[in-house]
């Protein structure tokens, strides 16, 4: 309101603003004010690794993604929810990418929110079994009202170990019906079980995150791919066109 005062008072003395307008107006800019520094506060606590937006995705490029799916979700209903999301599919497709937007738009909403590969959480859980502090690093992944786990299955050395199944499961029942839990994947459910050690284990898992969650089966070309060919083909264009 300190910043904002010359200038309403002055535009209240040209228009002619009633007091209480004037008062309303400073009142306003202290509470927007407010609730950036909240949603920055959010994003920062997320761990979002970048900021990715939905406005940048190629939806003309990727078309294995249906977009109008993509912005009903974008609405947040899902969260409202309680839903979970799944995104399954080659790499290089735009997963990460969605659900990064998806999570700046949580985060937007003042939802409490973390993001997370799947790797660095068993890591991270891994570790508290040795320092005795799994407990509190369970909260990290089971208290956000949404949590990201990216790259489910992409580094297979936490692989073909059963504690990592057992993690896992922790972290996907202590959020089962109480937030929503976004994952990105490029495996089969099948291959999860050998991913995470312990088929058994694993089918709990699976069944607990199909359950009441949105799957999206992204079927569509690489981004990067696509990227790649596009720059290793510029030096041989300079080539035949010097002039350019």
């Known amino acids: 309101m300190e910043k904002a005062l010359d200038e309403e008072l002055s535009q209240a003395s040209q228009k002619g603003r009633a007091t209480s307008e004037t008062l309303l107006r400073l009142l306003a800019a202290e509470a927007d004010t407010l609730i950036e520094r909240r949603i920055e506060r959010r994003i920062k606590e997320s761990k979002l690794p970048e900021r990715k937006l939905l406005a940048d995705f190629d ?3 990727q078309t294995g993604i249906d977009k109008s799916q993509i912005m009903e979700l974008a609405t947040l209903g899902f969260i409202e ?4 999301l799944i995104m399954a599919g080659d790499a290089g497709t735009g997963k990460s990418h969605l659900v990064k937007a998806l999570l700046l738009l949580a985060c937007q909403k003042r939802y409490r929110c973390r993001y ?13 079994l040795a320092d005795y502090s799994l407990e509190r690093k369970l909260k990290t992944y089971t208290a956000p009202e949404v949590l990201v786990i990216d790259d489910v299955g992409l580094d297979r050395l936490e692989q073909n170990d059963a504690r990592n199944a057992a993690l896992f499961l922790k972290v996907i029942d202590g959020r ?11 495996i089969d459910f099948e291959a999860l079980g050998h991913y995470l050690g312990d088929p058994l284990i694993t089918t709990s898992i699976v069944d ?4 009441h969650s949105i799957i999206i089966s992204v079927q569509g070309p690489s981004w990067r791919m696509h990227e790649s060919q596009r720059l290793n083909s510029q030096p041989q264009k300079q080539q035949k066109n010097p002039s350019r």
Do not use: E, P, V
């Not at 929810?81 to 979970?84: L, P």
């Not at 799947?118 to 570790?127: F, P, R, T, V």
């Not at 607990?208 to 359950?211: A, E, S, T, Y």
């Open 116 to 128: 997370t590969s799947a790797a660095a959480m068993l890591k991270d859980l891994y570790a508290g």
């Open 59 to 61: 939806f003309k490029f």
């Open 81 to 84: 929810r309680k839903q979970g």
């Open 176 to 186: 089962y019906c109480k937030g929503t839990t976004i994952m990105t994947t490029n």
């Open 208 to 211: 607990r995150m199909i359950h």
